[in-house]
């Protein structure tokens, strides 16, 4: 196997153990990132990567081990790429924007500083839908990325950099961000691992805000040990964040090989309607048969609220986009428009040349509902919606059900350009999964299959704080 596709664990081990060196297998992982981003067939997976500045970081890594204490860390001399919109001191961060193209942040972000404390090496940054508005790569400022199962369809969004790095074997992982599905999608879509922890469980400070009750950073994985590892790297709390919780974080590695027996997988009936995509149903179910056949019990349930997660959801994310990117003005940082003589100009003209079609939109939908005459009418009560899906779930989970499983997309990859003319077509990729961001809790895609040649993933969803169960799920799942 290519020195730097093994197990983050094993790389780590081999590098300590001195059987490799964490240049060595930086090498490999950047000499893999440029062919693959050279040429007019490039995969257009990252947006900046360094490879002085990755092989530097490596030496480092390789003089504590040589050195007189050795180098104990987890995660020693393993190369993982970052979403680029995860602020970083050594690369730039742009959001797959014009307005934050030559951006430079003056402070790294939590999970960042903790990858490097562990040993980690920054590879580069990674592409995603301009400010993670989108479900597909389509819409950055940087071009789209493409699926490395087949590159006529997209790998979805908006962390289809990440997953489609890590699909593509340039790196063993990545981090990405979520706000209604942006990591589980795209990890459906490139058949790799993809968590959404709880919220509050993984700091947000130094992740740029698109919706700040709904983003969480997560982490994309070739298997459910690696992506849960990267979990437990960058989870805890976080003074600098005052939505961390101040709660101790899981041995993950210790549920990988616990099993089900005795677990209750609850399946509800909202997730498979007569829109899912049946070869993804079949698959789904023969996932549940042997859920079963390892001891646990599966029972039917109801998330009754389930169909109104997508209006809700583009309610409120845009609500707070809104807000959030009001920030990018053209007078404290980023993109300034030329020409502007007066304040009003230096706003308009700078918003209509550093944001794309998407973020308009989205801006636009969130200002109108945010307006007087229009604030109780939509945004007050897509609030009072969100409570509903919270209760859901916690009534299921009350019951005494451990898990649920459902699928992570209703369809496959699809091809690009396919959705970009119907935005509300290219919502809908994200209906089964924007309920665990409204609801706060853990969620993660794992591969069940493929169809056409494409991949297929199911999604485990736990209680809030459980992460431990939903991985004990999923690695029986993924087994």
């Known amino acids: 196997m290519t020195t730097h596709l093994r197990p983050l664990a094993e790389i780590a081990a081999a590098v300590r153990d001195r059987r490799t060196t964490a240049v060595e297998v930086v090498r490999s ?59 970083t001191l050594d690369l730039p961060t742009t959001c797959g924007s014009r307005m934050l193209a030559a951006y ?14 562990a040993g980690a090496i920054v590879a580069g940054k990674t592409n995603l839908d301009e400010f993670a508005m989108g479900s597909s790569t389509e819409c950055s400022a940087f071009g789209p990325t493409l699926n490395p199962h087949d590159r006529t369809r997209v790998p979805g969004g908006s962390s289809g950099g990440s ?74 709390h976080d003074p600098l964040d005052a939505t961390t919780a101040d709660r101790p974080v899981p041995s993950l590695a210790a549920e990988l090989d616990a099993g089900v027996e005795g677990l209750v997988v609850g399946v509800p009936g909202e997730y498979f309607p007569p829109e899912l995509d049946p070869r ?72 209509e040349l550093g944001f794309g079609t998407e973020v308009k939109r989205r801006i636009m939908l969130g200002t109108y509902v945010l307006s007087a005459g229009y604030y109780d009418a939509y945004y007050a009560r897509a609030l009072r919606v969100r409570s509903l899906i919270e209760r859901d779930f916690r009534q299921v989970f009350d019951s005494g059900v451990h898990a649920l499983f459902t699928p992570t997309t209703p369809t496959p990859a699809f091809r690009l350009g396919e959705k970009l003319g119907d935005p509300y077509a290219m919502y809908l990729s994200d209906v089964f999964t924007v309920t665990a961001n409204l609801a706060g809790i853990p969620a993660i895609s794992v591969p069940i299959g493929r169809v056409d040649g494409l991949p297929v993933g199911g999604q485990i969803l736990a209680d809030r704080w459980d992460e431990a169960t939903m991985i004990r799920v999923a690695a029986a799942v993924e087994r």
């Open 280 to 351: 993804i149903a079949a698959l789904c179910r023969a996932t549940l048969e042997r859920l079963r056949s390892a001891g646990a019990e599966v029972r039917e349930v109801s998330l009754p609220h389930t169909r109104y997660a997508i209006p809700t959801y583009y309610v409120l994310a845009p609500a707070e986009a809104s807000s959030n990117l009001a920030r990018f003005d053209g007078v404290r940082y980023g993109l300034r428009a030329p020409g502007a003589h007066s304040t009003e100009a230096v706003y308009e003209l700078t918003r």
């Open 163 to 236: 997953a489609a790095a890590v699909a593509a074997g340039l790196v063993p992982a990545a981090l990405g961000s979520e706000t209604g599905g942006s990591v589980r999608q795209p990890a459906a879509f490139c058949g790799v691992v993809g968590i959404k922890p709880s919220y509050g469980r993984v700091s947000r400070n130094g992740l740029v805000a698109f919706a700040s009750s709904l983003d969480q950073v997560g982490t994309i994985g070739r298997s459910v040990a690696d992506a849960a590892l990267l979990l437990e790297t960058i989870a805890g």
């Open 104 to 117: 430079r942040s003056p402070y790294e972000a939590t999970v960042v500083t903790r990858l490097r404390a």
């Open 29 to 87: 992982a950047m000499t893999g990132i440029v062919r693959a981003e050279s040429g007019p067939d490039r995969l257009n997976a990252f947006i900046t990567y360094s490879y002085e500045g990755a092989d530097a970081a490596a030496a480092a890594v390789d003089a504590a081990v040589t050195g007189g204490g050795g180098d104990s860390r987890p995660l020693a001399g393993v190369p993982v790429a970052v979403k680029d919109n995860l602020c």
